[in-house]
């Protein structure tokens, strides 16, 4: 065991260096960056934690201002103790210019001076903590070989996550954490524990079960029981930790120059290698960065797409795939979205891992090529107000088939409610209310039919009811009741 211990502690030491990346300005994100994204890595299982740490640096590229003001901080000096501090000057934000884009000029200059030296570079933000043994982790898939590693990153709300934080008794109920020189040993469960009570508005509507789910979901995520404190995620933000310009032949940062370097950075320099390794527990790493509540804050008022539970999960997978197929996103990450992320503040359990099969099961559903491949006609079909009525038989066939697949039913009612509800747009929740009732009071009248053709029969009825109180397009009317006839006579078949 001693051997194994002295054969890692060798390789670790020989490490290349590990340059730590950070784009900063500005007096808000400057205490950011030293009183919680390194005091953070200032944990003992972390920078002081590195058997190579008298040869790795800190690049921080930000205006000659903030850079002087740093110098005398305690937090600062702390860092010093173990990594050399770089500085790389860029200019102060001009009047008009994205936030997003002036960061990208520290970056291509920092990410270019970490290839040159052929270093592992940890690339971070100042409104970001990492869990303690973050830096332990990242320095075994250095000595294993790993050139890439990928944490999920979804946003928090700054103010209930340093109010849960502090309830915790993990940050203290001070903002001059760094001018004592302190680190701060982020327990990566108790993060976890604060991080679940304090999600941005925007990380709120990637609940699959919500009602006011994103119409463009960068993750999802599906609660566990209550006791079981977890989450799983599957995401399409990650943020890259570690780099190793080692392996990358020709740097390419080009997308800095109008994107941030979590959108194609490590597709575009790694490809889809193998050698990217993806954090799946929280246990090994969680990492946290903020945004106050009001910046980007979206409305968490229920959706009435969402309204009709026998379709939901059918319209919410249709969301995802256009979402998971969008240009944005590159191979790597349509690939890895498959990925179920645990984030849990206790023991993984039987409950939790029946939530992920869950999630996956679906995950895979609505990524299928095949559901893709109904996805984009679906998509066509949806520019114009007629909706999917020009759709031919097989495809709405095949959506029905989906319904039946995500909703576990076989109710003819719900293929025809989904159908009235990409008919037309304008259709609302009173419509699908009344149209309900209808259903209901055909399925009373007709309850004394023995014979499972009645449920057709009665749903048929009540689409014929709700096309003579609602649609006024006559050429719809005319198309919906052909298409009726098609998918009638699939079903009797069936």
Same mark, same amino acid.
């Given at each position: 065991?001693r051997?194994d211990i002295?054969?890692?502690?060798?390789?670790a030491? @020989?490490?290349?260096? /590990?340059?730590f990346?950070v784009?900063?300005?500005?007096?808000?994100?400057?205490?950011?960056?030293?009183?919680?994204? &390194?005091?953070?890595?200032?944990?003992?299982? @972390?920078?002081?934690s590195?058997?190579?740490? @008298?040869?790795?640096k800190?690049?921080?590229?930000t205006?000659?201002?903030?850079?002087?003001l740093?110098?005398?901080?305690p937090?600062?000096?702390k860092l010093?103790?173990y990594?050399?501090?770089?500085?790389i000057?860029i200019?102060?934000?001009?009047?008009?210019?994205?936030?997003c884009?002036?960061?990208?000029?520290?970056?291509?200059?920092?990410?270019?001076?970490?290839?040159?030296?052929?270093?592992?570079s940890?690339?971070?933000?100042?409104?970001?903590?990492?869990?303690?043994?973050?830096?332990?982790e990242?320095?075994?898939?250095?000595?294993?070989?790993?050139?890439v590693?990928?944490?999920?990153?979804?946003?928090f709300a700054?103010?209930p996550?340093?109010? =849960?934080?502090k309830?915790?008794?993990?940050?203290? =109920?001070?903002?001059?954490l760094?001018?004592k020189?302190?680190?701060?040993?982020?327990?990566?469960?108790?993060?976890?524990?604060a991080g679940?009570?304090?999600f941005?508005?925007?990380?709120?509507?990637?609940?699959?079960?919500?009602k006011?789910f994103?119409?463009?979901p960068?993750a999802c995520?599906?609660?566990?029981?209550?006791?079981?404190?977890a989450?799983? %995620?599957?995401?399409?933000?990650?943020?890259?930790?570690?780099?190793?310009?080692?392996?990358?032949p020709?740097h390419?940062?080009?997308?800095?120059?109008?994107?941030?370097?979590?959108g194609?950075?490590?597709y575009?320099?790694?490809?889809?290698?193998?050698?990217?390794?993806? %954090?799946?527990d929280?246990?090994?790493?969680?990492?946290?960065?903020?945004?106050p509540?009001n910046?980007?804050s979206?409305?968490?008022?229920?959706?009435?797409r969402?309204?009709?539970?026998?379709?939901e999960?059918?319209?919410?997978?249709?969301?995802?795939n256009s979402?998971?197929?969008?240009?944005v996103f590159?191979?790597l990450?349509?690939?890895?979205f498959?990925?179920p992320v645990?984030w849990?503040?206790n023991?993984?359990?039987?409950?939790?891992?029946? %939530?992920?099969?869950?999630?996956?099961?679906?995950?895979?559903?609505?990524?299928?090529?095949? /559901?893709?491949?109904?996805?984009?006609e679906?998509n066509?079909?949806?520019?114009?107000t007629?909706?999917?009525?020009d759709?031919?038989?097989?495809?709405?066939?095949?959506?029905f088939?989906?319904?039946?697949?995500?909703?576990?039913?076989?109710k003819?009612? =719900?293929? &025809?409610?989904?159908?009235?509800?990409?008919?037309?747009?304008?259709?609302?929740?009173?419509? &699908?209310?009344?149209?309900e009732?209808?259903?209901?009071?055909l399925s009373?009248?007709?309850?004394?039919i023995r014979?499972?053709?009645?449920k057709?029969?009665?749903?048929?009825?009540g689409?014929k009811?709700f096309?003579l109180l /609602?649609?006024?397009?006559?050429?719809?009317? /005319?198309?919906?009741?052909?298409?009726l006839?098609?998918?009638?006579?699939y079903?009797?078949?069936?």
């Amino acid at each position: 065991m001693r051997n194994d211990i002295t054969e890692f502690e060798s390789k670790a030491k @020989n490490l290349r260096p /590990f340059h730590f990346i950070v784009v900063c300005w500005g007096e808000a994100h400057t205490d950011f960056l030293l009183n919680y994204c &390194i005091a953070a890595l200032l944990s003992p299982r @972390n920078i002081p934690s590195l058997k190579n740490n @008298n040869k790795n640096k800190f690049l921080i590229a930000t205006t000659k201002l903030d850079w002087d003001l740093m110098q005398f901080r305690p937090m600062f000096q702390k860092l010093k103790e173990y990594v050399e501090p770089v500085y790389i000057e860029i200019p102060p934000l001009p009047v008009g210019q994205s936030h997003c884009v002036h960061m990208g000029i520290g970056h291509k200059l920092a990410t270019q001076y970490a290839y040159e030296a052929k270093a592992y570079s940890i690339l971070l933000t100042p409104d970001l903590m990492v869990s303690d043994g973050t830096m332990e982790e990242i320095q075994k898939h250095a000595v294993n070989g790993i050139e890439v590693v990928l944490v999920a990153a979804l946003r928090f709300a700054q103010e209930p996550l340093f109010e =849960n934080l502090k309830k915790l008794g993990i940050v203290p =109920n001070s903002k001059i954490l760094g001018e004592k020189k302190e680190s701060l040993d982020l327990n990566p469960r108790l993060l976890v524990k604060a991080g679940l009570k304090s999600f941005h508005s925007e990380t709120i509507r990637y609940d699959f079960e919500s009602k006011c789910f994103s119409g463009f979901p960068v993750a999802c995520w599906w609660k566990c029981e209550d006791k079981d404190e977890a989450i799983i %995620v599957h995401s399409l933000s990650w943020a890259p930790l570690l780099v190793d310009y080692a392996a990358v032949p020709s740097h390419d940062s080009s997308m800095m120059d109008n994107w941030t370097i979590d959108g194609d950075y490590v597709y575009k320099n790694f490809g889809m290698s193998e050698k990217i390794y993806v %954090v799946t527990d929280s246990d090994e790493c969680m990492l946290v960065s903020w945004t106050p509540w009001n910046v980007g804050s979206l409305p968490l008022k229920p959706l009435w797409r969402y309204f009709y539970p026998p379709i939901e999960k059918f319209i919410k997978l249709v969301l995802i795939n256009s979402t998971v197929n969008d240009k944005v996103f590159d191979p790597l990450k349509r690939k890895i979205f498959r990925y179920p992320v645990y984030w849990h503040a206790n023991e993984v359990n039987e409950s939790i891992e029946k %939530v992920a099969s869950k999630s996956c099961q679906l995950i895979e559903t609505g990524t299928s090529a095949d /559901f893709q491949t109904l996805v984009k006609e679906l998509n066509l079909r949806l520019e114009n107000t007629i909706g999917i009525v020009d759709m031919n038989s097989h495809s709405l066939i095949k959506i029905f088939e989906y319904i039946d697949k995500v909703t576990l039913s076989k109710k003819t009612s =719900n293929k &025809i409610v989904y159908l009235l509800l990409i008919t037309n747009k304008k259709l609302n929740y009173c419509s &699908i209310l009344v149209f309900e009732m209808s259903i209901r009071i055909l399925s009373y009248i007709f309850k004394s039919i023995r014979y499972i053709k009645s449920k057709v029969l009665y749903s048929f009825l009540g689409i014929k009811l709700f096309l003579l109180l /609602f649609i006024n397009d006559e050429e719809a009317k /005319f198309k919906i009741k052909k298409k009726l006839k098609i998918i009638r006579s699939y079903i009797n078949k069936k």
